[in-house]
């Protein structure tokens, strides 16, 4: 059997002979005495190899200032931020081997002293959801001195206990904080008393929403004051935070009473998302009358349930909304005709068509008066939508007003080969519309368009009209939230 290389150590240096020999006359015998020689001569030499390596580190030392014709020839403010350029502090996206700070120590001794000094590399950490080195997490966070912190803990109940002491240690400094473990963890992260400078908090779980009366909180013992919260089926009930200063709020999957109760909490919130929301029958009934929240700017609504839909349609008022992305096709023509009424000053509206009747489209766009850039989503190919919009906007007059303040028209689409290009011409021949911009933004590329549309687009262009086609699809649109 092949024994581990740490275990081999581990026989070699054990002593395989009883602690005293005296088989002659109370002396060793002649074997003893000779393995005690040679233990002592591999003593002798371990310590002579030690040396050597001591000799060898500072030799290579000597070697890197030689060779290394960047790191070691600037002053050490250059050399750190040049350590910050390649191992930027950010926990957004996943950071491998190549742009871990812990690579950038392992390099030769001077780059470990100025990686270990610089605590912009240290600032922001992942841990989990692997076997957690508590010992490394603590140096970590040690290493960044004073500044803010950047925390993502993916966390399970067997590493739950030691990384929380760690964290709360440093809780003055949390300023962005993701947790994403069970409810009934939450406890565990109540941070010290000194006060806090907690910016952003994410809150997310695996488990269902919890709806009872007495459900497991977030709450720390300097109550914090986030601008900008998520929660990712986690219910307002559990979290508790001073509701005044925040401005951006992200919620998935949790009950429509939360997102309204979270609107009048919240008298400075400026940008809403909502998605996946449902109808769970939680603890905060709808509202009989509207909410005015007078600064609400922005809003995204992903509402899977049709009842929680219309509650919350009918239960706000939102007269300072110019930006409105509705998705799904839960499309509630009447009261999103309602709501948009109490929203004077909507400049932008993204929405998506599929399964709703041309008329519905028609008779929603023609109460948006104030509407500026309108974006039509469609994913099944049912492009015939997009050439009846066109054929109103031509066929509209000075007396229709049909969407007289547009200066944007957007298309998003899953692939360019049956898209009405033809409609384009059409609409840009109507002196009304020879200044909009258009643009077709296309999932699967644009390459599978026809040689015909590709030069009717050509001419376009050259006409001057304001058109681009293309396969980007900006982050809002996708719905990407940095979590």
């Known amino acids: 059997m092949k024994v581990p290389r740490d275990q081999r150590n581990t026989v070699q240096k054990k002593v395989l002979r009883p602690k005293r020999c005296a088989v002659l006359d109370g002396k060793p015998c002649a074997a003893c005495t000779e393995d005690i020689k040679l233990e002592q001569e591999i003593r002798e030499l371990e310590q002579m190899i030690e040396k050597l390596h001591n000799r060898r580190r500072a030799l290579r030392t000597v070697m890197n200032e030689n060779h290394d014709h960047l790191i070691h020839k600037f002053p050490p403010e250059i050399a750190s931020h040049i350590f910050i350029q390649y191992a930027p502090p950010s926990v957004n996206s996943y950071k491998g081997g190549r742009s871990t700070p812990l690579l950038l120590g392992s390099v030769c001794r001077k780059w470990r002293q100025l990686a270990w ?13 692997d076997k957690v080195r508590l010992g490394l997490v603590a140096e970590w966070l040690e290493r960044s001195a004073s500044l803010p912190l950047t925390i993502k803990f993916y966390g399970y109940s067997g590493q739950l206990k030691g990384v929380s ?88 999957e949790i009950d429509v009473g939360d997102c309204v109760e979270l609107i009048r909490r919240a008298p400075l919130l400026h940008t809403l998302r909502m998605r996946e929301i449902n109808s769970l029958s939680g603890i905060f009934p ?77 008779q929603l766009l023609s109460h948006l008066s104030t509407l500026e850039l309108l974006e039509l989503r469609s994913f099944q190919d049912r492009y015939y939508r997009i050439s009846d919009l066109i054929y109103l906007l031509c066929a509209s007059g000075e007396s229709t007003l049909f969407l007289p303040r547009m200066q944007s028209l957007e298309f998003v689409c899953t692939s360019s080969g049956s898209f009405p290009w033809d409609s384009l011409d059409q609409l840009f021949v109507s002196p009304r519309w020879r200044s909009l911009r258009v643009k077709v933004n296309v999932r699967r590329g644009w390459r599978d368009v026809e040689d015909e549309s590709v030069d009717l687009l050509r001419e376009l262009i050259d006409k001057g009209f304001d058109l681009s086609v293309g396969d980007e699809i900006d982050a809002l649109q996708e719905g990407t939230w940095h979590y």
Not at 234 to 252: E, K, Y
Not at 286 to 298: G, Q, S
Not at 351 to 361: A, C, F, K, L
């Open 165 to 252: 002491q760690i964290l709360n240690k440093h809780s003055a400094r949390w300023y962005d904080m993701y947790l994403y473990i069970p409810p009934t963890f939450f406890r565990r992260f109540d941070g010290l008393s000194q006060g806090n400078i907690l910016h952003r908090l994410v809150l997310r779980t695996n488990t269902s929403p919890n709806t009872h009366s007495d459900p497991p909180k977030f709450s720390m013992k300097s109550e914090p004051r986030p601008t900008d919260l998520t929660l990712l089926e986690v219910g307002l009930p559990c979290v508790v935070i001073i509701w005044n200063n925040l401005t951006v709020a992200s919620l998935s």
């Open 117 to 129: 000094a610089t605590p912009q590399l240290w600032s922001s950490i992942v841990i989990g959801p």
């Open 286 to 362: 709808l509202p009989n009358t509207r909410i005015v929240h007078p600064h609400l700017h922005a809003l995204e609504l992903q509402i899977t349930d049709r009842s929680a839909s219309v509650g919350f349609l009918d239960s706000v008022c939102l007269p300072s909304l110019e930006q409105w992305i509705h998705e799904r096709d839960i499309f509630l023509v009447e009261h999103m005709i309602s709501f948009i009424e109490w929203s004077p000053r909507l400049k932008v509206l993204k929405v998506s068509t599929d399964n709703i009747p041309d008329h519905q489209v028609a």
